[in-house]
């Protein structure tokens, strides 16, 4: 289920993916990222990625992402696959 980031109930340790401007939440066309915290209203996520392949630590998601819905269980699967063969 695809909701606005503003307000969204986050559980920390979960995997999300984040849309700028689609609010089906495509995986491929998503930042996919594990929720950490939020500082000063900002979502910030301990792991995150667009592609899969390069991952960057304790980002600060961008404002320009408005959508939010958690993973599948298989997008879940692929992303710590992908994390511990790439990172």
């Known amino acids: 289920m695809t909701m606005r980031v503003e307000g969204y109930d986050f559980k920390v ?9 689609s609010p089906e939440c495509l995986a ?13 209203g900002r ?3 301990e792991v995150a990625t667009r592609d899969l392949r ?11 992402y408005h959508f939010v819905r958690p ?3 298989e997008e879940l699967r692929d992303f710590c696959f992908n994390y511990g063969f790439f990172a």
């Open 13 to 21: 340790g979960e995997l999300y993916l984040f849309s700028s401007d």
């Open 28 to 40: 491929e066309k998503c930042l996919w990222g594990i929720y950490d915290t939020t500082e000063r």
């Open 43 to 45: 979502v910030k996520l």
């Open 54 to 64: 390069m991952f960057t630590v304790n980002q600060l998601l961008d404002r320009g």
């Open 71 to 73: 993973s599948t269980r």
